[in-house]
């Protein structure tokens, strides 16, 4: 499947640059990922998303000692023999249901966790993008690489870094 996306890419690429060869093409190049790391703006997201989740997972283990809690004395009753069988087994019961109900909900943190981190970061990712884009046209530029993603570039020539142009559009230098 990596194969198949990496041939169709290049062959994207060949094909955009056969009809684009007659004219003069500038290329240019940034990693996002290491401009995004310098915004303030995402180390604000990644302090209100730090908060956000550590409030769920508070919850969480409140969850799972209470649990706990109800299980051990539920086992030491049980083995002190206070708890008769039919009793135990619906406490049992209880027990799993409880503990099914644990596991689901760390999987809506997670659900809910990746939701406000794409609430928080879309709009920096929208703000760098409009950047990105008044740059390439007020520039001239053919095409702009994003070169935070391994191996998606192995080579380019005559390629212009637009990192630099792009924190100043942005107002981080």
Not at 54 to 62: R, T
Not at 149 to 158: E, G, H, K, P, S
């Amino acid at each position: 499947m990596k194969k198949l996306m990496k041939i169709s890419t290049v062959s994207t690429l060949l094909l955009l640059m056969a009809f684009v060869g007659a004219q003069a093409q500038k290329f240019g190049h940034l990693n996002s990922g290491n401009l995004l790391v310098q915004m303030q703006e995402t180390k604000v997201a990644d302090d209100s998303l730090k908060v956000f989740q550590d409030s769920l997972v508070k919850v969480g283990q409140e969850r799972a000692k209470k649990l706990q809690e109800d299980f051990n004395l539920f086992a030491q009753a049980y083995q002190q023999g206070s708890v008769p069988p039919v009793e135990a087994q619906k406490k049992q019961a209880e027990f799993q249901q409880k503990q099914e109900e644990l596991s689901q909900f760390e999987d809506e943190v997670m659900q809910m966790v990746a939701k406000k981190r794409e609430e928080l970061i879309a709009p920096i990712l929208e703000r760098v993008q409009e950047a990105i884009n008044e740059i390439g046209k007020n520039e001239g530029y053919t095409m702009i690489f994003d070169t935070s993603v391994f191996n998606t570039i192995l080579f380019a020539q005559d390629s212009d870094d637009i990192e630099a142009k792009v924190k100043a559009k942005l107002g981080l230098e």
